[in-house]
């Protein structure tokens, strides 16, 4: 089987410069910074370096049982097919076998990089960046995430320099394109005997979690679940007909809160591009902040195992940590990103943890995020408590008050000089201060986290307040004052 009907590499390697390399994936231009070449080269990079350390492994590492293949998928851009067959090319190319999902979803990659306990995973996709982006999302062994200081930087460099082994053999290609085992064990996170009669708005935004949805939806009516569900802008479309598949912006909310109220639905359900983060709209249409979902299912969590560590990010913190103190769990904060969440969340035990951001990760999925469990979890815990999405939160929201992520573009100065200069204005407050993600100045009854972002040039500021929306107000107006005269314009 041909990896690519069009695509051949070039016959020797010349240096170059690849610029997409972020600091826990790989995002580009089209035609800029991303291209069949260094797609190519990225693959056969990565399987070069997979295929090494798995020889030079002992068995006592967990060698035993993992077979020399990547699981690679792609999701419904249009560049997407193009870009994954020419990484498939430099995969086996390098002598490794490829699995071949077809079209899926990021997390699909990561339950089939461990089902079929492969030497790691690539999903080519951009998520919710434009359309003229796309970018490459990579696992190691058991579906362990791949950082700048973890062994990405080591295929950067060896992208970069072309300097390939030769090979001798090709690697083979399977295509697997059935989702039942990753379906059964997505739906295995709860007990379907037990909802009640709920009805759904999913609006999958022409992303690639369409047919997913459908096959969840499947199993739960096979099941006998007393489910309704409303289903928006459902079609795969690598067009995006609809915009962007990208929820943490207002303007893409609207269509999701109108098909709730219109419909009368219980819940609003939304995914971004490859439906690794997982939205939320109460019974009203209101967007729900993701910190109040982390809260949210840190509790459900620790209602069922007593005990348990639950990771977060330092971002917005307040409401979570009263959550875990309030029902036994311990708290565990680590740095924004999902290899910096999941490696902690492995050292620590964590049945679960949560970003502001969307990102939910699962102990019983291998320690990765999923889109799809936590509006599982949410219509199970919607059915256990007979409650609304609304009454679940409110107190949250009423005692732990936040502005959202505020996002800034920097033209006078560098996010480095922004907070080093934002600390020394507070600097006679004598705050609490954490430099674990950017940084985090604890005031006691208000607290903000200014940060650069790992995938775009922004600033990313977070405020919060205890019980004090006045006080939450002031402060996000006077901080906004001060970034506008040092040239941060709100993006």
């Known amino acids: 089987m041909s990896a690519s009907a069009n695509y051949q590499p070039a016959l020797s390697f010349e240096p170059i410069t690849i610029s997409s390399f972020k600091a826990y994936d790989i995002r580009g231009e089209l035609g800029v910074s991303l291209d069949e070449d260094i797609a190519y080269r990225i693959g056969r990079a990565f399987a070069q370096i997979l295929l090494a350390r798995f020889k030079a492994t002992d068995k006592s590492e967990n060698k035993e049982g993992l077979q020399t293949a990547i699981v690679i998928g792609s999701d419904i851009r249009h560049s997407s097919e193009t870009l994954k067959q020419a990484t498939i090319k430099g995969v086996i190319d390098a002598g490794v076998d490829v699995i071949d999902l077809g079209m899926s979803g990021t997390e699909e990659v990561y339950f089939a990089t461990s089902h079929y306990q492969a030497m790691g995973g690539i999903e080519v996709t951009a998520s919710h960046n434009p359309i003229n982006y796309n970018g490459l999302k990579l696992v190691k062994e058991h579906s362990k995430p791949i950082s700048s200081d973890d062994g990405l930087a080591e295929i950067q460099a060896l992208a970069e320099s072309g300097d390939f082994t ?24 709860i007990n379907i005997d037990i909802l009640k009669p709920l009805k759904l708005v999913i609006n999958s935004g022409n992303g690639s979690a369409g047919p997913v949805v459908d096959l969840l939806v499947h199993k739960l009516k096979t099941a006998g679940a007393p489910i309704d569900v409303i289903k928006l802008h459902h079609t795969p479309d690598g067009s995006f007909p609809n915009g962007i598949p990208n929820p943490m912006i207002e303007a893409n909310r609207v269509a999701t809160k109108e098909a709730v109220l219109k419909n009368k639905a219980d819940l609003g359900i939304a995914f971004d591009g490859d439906f690794d983060r997982c939205f939320l709209f ?64 492995r050292e620590s035990g964590a049945v679960y943890g949560g970003e502001m951001s969307a990102h939910h990760y699962f102990r019983d999925f291998f320690y990765c995020d999923s889109g799809m469990i936590p509006w599982l979890l949410t219509i199970e815990l919607l059915s256990i408590t007979g409650k609304t999405l609304s009454e679940l939160v409110t107190g949250y929201i009423s005692d732990y008050p936040s502005s959202g992520e505020l996002n800034f573009r920097l033209t006078t100065y560098d996010a480095p000089s922004i907070i080093s200069a934002i600390e020394d204005r507070f600097s006679a407050q004598n705050p609490e201060k954490s430099t674990l993600d950017g940084l985090s100045l604890n005031f006691g009854d208000w607290r903000f986290n200014l940060r650069a972002s790992n995938t775009e040039p922004l600033i990313r500021l977070n405020i919060e307040a205890r019980g004090d929306k006045e006080l939450l107000a002031q402060k996000v107006d006077d901080i906004q004052q001060w970034l506008a005269a040092q040239g941060a314009i709100p993006a």
């Not at 090709?170 to 064990?185: E, F, R, W």
């Not at 209101?286 to 005990?307: C, H, P, R, T």
């Not at 940590?321 to 999902?338: L, N, P, T, Y």
């Open 166 to 189: 030769p090979t001798h053999a090709t690697g083979q290609i399977q295509l697997l394109t059935d989702k039942s085992a990753y379906i059964n064990h997505v739906i295995d996170f």
């Open 282 to 345: 109460d019974e009203y249409g209101e967007f729900i902040d993701g910190s109040y979902v982390v809260g949210m299912l840190a509790q459900a969590f620790l209602n069922k195992y007593n005990n348990e560590s639950i990771v977060y990010d330092p971002r917005v913190i307040y409401n979570t940590e009263a959550v875990i103190e309030a029902h036994g769990g311990q708290a565990v904060i680590s740095k924004s990103g999902h290899s910096f969440i999941k490696q902690v969340m």
